[in-house]
């Protein structure tokens, strides 16, 4: 099943990025480049997702057919 969650990322003072997300309570990732951080992102996500099946909270909603997505072009 796939999710769609939301990701906040800022760049830290050290150059680094920082990832966190509302959708996905504990997601935290960091990494030398937007990329970097987005793939660390996902892996955490979905570690925590997994964990949430066999807990006591709710799972999260599946992905909708049409979704909104920030393109960011560098020119």
């Known amino acids: 099943m796939e999710h769609v969650i939301q990701l906040h ?3 830290l003072p050290e150059g680094m990025y920082l990832a966190t997300s509302d959708d996905v309570q504990g997601l935290v990732a960091q990494g030398r480049t937007i990329q970097e951080t987005v793939e ?3 892996d955490v996500a979905k570690k925590l997702i997994e964990a949430r099946t066999g807990g006591d909270l709710p ?3 599946p992905a909708n057919e049409v979704l909104d997505y920030q ?3 560098a020119t």
């Open 71 to 73: 393109l960011i072009i």
């Open 40 to 42: 660390i992102a996902r």
């Open 59 to 61: 799972p999260l909603p």
């Open 9 to 11: 990322i800022e760049k």
